[in-house]
């Protein structure tokens, strides 16, 4: 049984940036493929970035390429989420997931959510 619990989040004003961390427990997290998801007020929950186990190849959704970065540092069994550039857009709430692949994007593997971490970039 995996526990993912996400913090990092906070208010911040447009250009600005944060870092959201995510602190995996329960399964070997070194092994897994990880990523980032975000859902704002009345909009579906959307994919933001993912990580691989293996080669720690990356991929973003295109809203945030160029001004996030995913991270992973298996050792302390965490995954980050580097955002910079902050729009209004971004406001949001944040979940890390154990992914897979899914065609073009990825989709969380367990259907296991953490309680996630805020993201309010006020303009």
């Known amino acids: 049984q995996v526990q993912l619990v996400e913090s990092g989040g906070g208010l911040v004003q447009t250009g600005g940036s944060l870092r959201l961390s995510c602190a995996a427990s329960?399964?070997?997290?070194?092994?897994?493929?990880m990523g980032w998801f975000r859902q704002a007020p009345e909009k579906e929950r959307e994919f933001v970035a993912a990580?691989?186990?293996?080669?720690?190849?990356?991929y973003y959704a295109d809203s945030v390429k160029g001004r996030f970065t995913i991270s992973r540092d298996n050792a302390k069994n965490t995954v980050y989420l580097q955002m910079n550039s902050l729009k209004a857009e971004d406001t949001a709430v944040y979940y890390c997931?154990?992914?897979?692949?899914?065609?073009?994007?990825?989709?969380?593997?367990?259907?296991?959510w953490g309680q996630g971490t805020q993201v309010t970039v006020s303009s």
């Open positions: 990580i691989t186990w293996m080669s720690g190849n990356t």
């Open positions: 329960g399964r070997t997290f070194s092994r897994n493929n």
């Open positions: 997931a154990v992914v897979l692949s899914s065609g073009s994007s990825w989709r969380n593997l367990l259907d296991y």
